[in-house]
């Protein structure tokens, strides 16, 4: 998978996809990842790229022009243009498999304000990371890039990610490790049992009782 990041921040990239997992899937060419600044396609002499907004405001808004050339150069008939904004579809682990059989990601960081609103017209989808307001899209750009890509084919194990929390709507069941008391804590005893099916029931039984105490709206029973 291709994945092109428009940002006006590229250092902010820095350290991010080049530690742990993300940095092995880029090594072995799973993905790649571009940060593309872009100003660098502005028409203006001053190497602006946002404006203040018509009928008056607060804050400056990004312009048509450098993001409409940028996309245009860079798209293709595999793209998929993505938006990031606070008024986006809100983003789940669902989307980040869908996201995850594309070839080619083009993601739209905003900034400041906002965006001129003509820029939607060439987007094919727009996420919000949340429920709440980031100063820009990079850290949310780099949520949707860390979460789609440790389901890309051969970057973790599907085993690794197919019981994640989100999967048929439940959170995921607690882990143990060793030692097999810390503290005086117990690990249950079920885990120790080396019984399969056991430890299958238990692991489901308390998957269900997590998310029914802190996420009830998974189970559609809040
Ligand atoms: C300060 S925000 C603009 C907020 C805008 N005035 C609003 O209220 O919707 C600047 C940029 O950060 C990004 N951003 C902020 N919060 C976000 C969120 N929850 N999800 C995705 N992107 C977000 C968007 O790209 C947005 O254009």
Do not use: W
Request: aromatic share 8%; charged share 30%.
């Amino acid at each position: 998978m291709k994945i092109d990041i428009l940002t006006l921040f590229p250092e902010m990239f820095k350290g991010v996809f080049e530690e742990s997992i993300i940095k092995r899937a880029i090594d072995e060419k799973k993905v790649e990842i571009n940060i593309i600044n872009f100003r660098d396609y502005t028409n203006d002499p001053h190497k602006k790229v946002d404006d203040t907004p018509y009928g008056g405001g607060a804050g400056m808004v990004l312009t048509c022009q450098p993001i409409f050339d940028c996309v245009n150069d860079i798209k293709t008939n595999d793209s998929k243009v993505i938006l990031l904004t606070p008024s986006g579809v809100p983003y789940k682990q669902k989307h980040a498999y869908e996201l995850a059989d594309e070839k080619h990601l083009i993601i739209i960081c905003g900034h400041y304000e906002g965006f001129d609103e003509r820029i939607r017209t060439i987007v094919d989808e727009e996420i919000s990371i949340g429920d709440y307001v980031l100063t820009g899209g990079e850290i949310a750009s780099m949520v949707l890039v860390d979460s789609v890509t440790r389901l890309l084919p051969g970057v973790i194990t599907e085993a690794s990610h197919k019981d994640d929390s989100f999967n048929n709507n439940l959170l995921d069941y607690p882990t143990y490790t060793k030692p097999r008391v810390y503290n005086g804590l117990e690990v249950p005893e079920v885990l120790l049992s080396g019984d399969h099916k056991k430890i299958e029931e238990f692991r489901r039984e308390e998957s269900i009782k997590k998310t029914r105490e802190v996420r009830p709206d998974l189970l559609g029973d809040d």
